[in-house]
């Protein structure tokens, strides 16, 4: 099903996703997805509910990238809301968002991992923070601690959008779209597709 509120005839009804959509090697793509990921470090993570079938959408710090840069890792209490969404449907979506408006968006699936040898690789003292010391010996915070989880996303699809123009190259270009009414062309869309990632999986 698809929605349409307008009849442009033969010319494009959405010019801006023409100009913008761009394609450049598989590799260059996930090093720059991999390399906004970690400019951003912060993203919204986004699960469904299971006793209301509800969106919701959490920040969570990015911990790890995983099989080459294209998945990314969370630390997670596995004593929280998150992890019983994903326990009961786990379909996801992780979103970056910079103050400029470049954006990614990583649909896939996640799973709840506690292997100690992955926590322990990644872990960080400022978890601990998070989790608090009960008190009892076990339930410290540490990498040992069983609470300590990880969210692995493993993509699907990917889609991005960064510019390759400076904060003056893009004035321009915006003054001359509203001006002209021809698009401004400073961003460019980039896709990372499911057989593209399957491929890079295959060799990471």
């Keep these: 099903m698809s929605y349409s509120n307008a009849d442009t005839g033969d010319k494009p009804a959405n010019p801006a996703a023409i100009k913008s959509n761009d394609d450049i090697p598989i590799g260059d793509k996930v090093l720059q997805l991999s390399e906004f990921m970690d400019k951003c470090k912060f993203a919204m993570m986004t699960t469904r509910v299971g006793s209301t079938g509800q969106l919701v959408s959490r920040c969570m710090a990015l911990s790890a990238k995983e099989t080459g840069g294209i998945d990314p890792l969370f630390f997670t209490n596995t004593e929280s809301g998150k992890t019983d969404d994903v326990a009961s449907d786990p379909s996801i979506n992780i979103s970056f968002l910079d103050v400029s408006g470049q954006w990614a968006s990583i649909s896939g ?24 010391d009960l008190g009892d010996g076990t339930h410290d915070g540490g990498p040992n601690d069983p609470r300590v989880g990880a969210i692995n996303v493993k993509a699907k699809t990917i889609t991005y959008s960064v510019y390759e123009k400076g904060i003056f190259g893009r004035a321009v270009e915006y003054a001359k779209g509203a001006a002209t009414g021809e698009v401004p062309g400073y961003n460019k869309i980039r896709e990372i597709t499911e057989s593209e990632i399957e491929a890079w999986r295959k060799e990471h």
């Design 109 to 132: 699936v996640a799973e709840i991992s506690t292997d100690r040898a992955l926590i322990s690789k990644h872990y960080t003292p400022a978890l601990k923070a998070w989790l608090g």
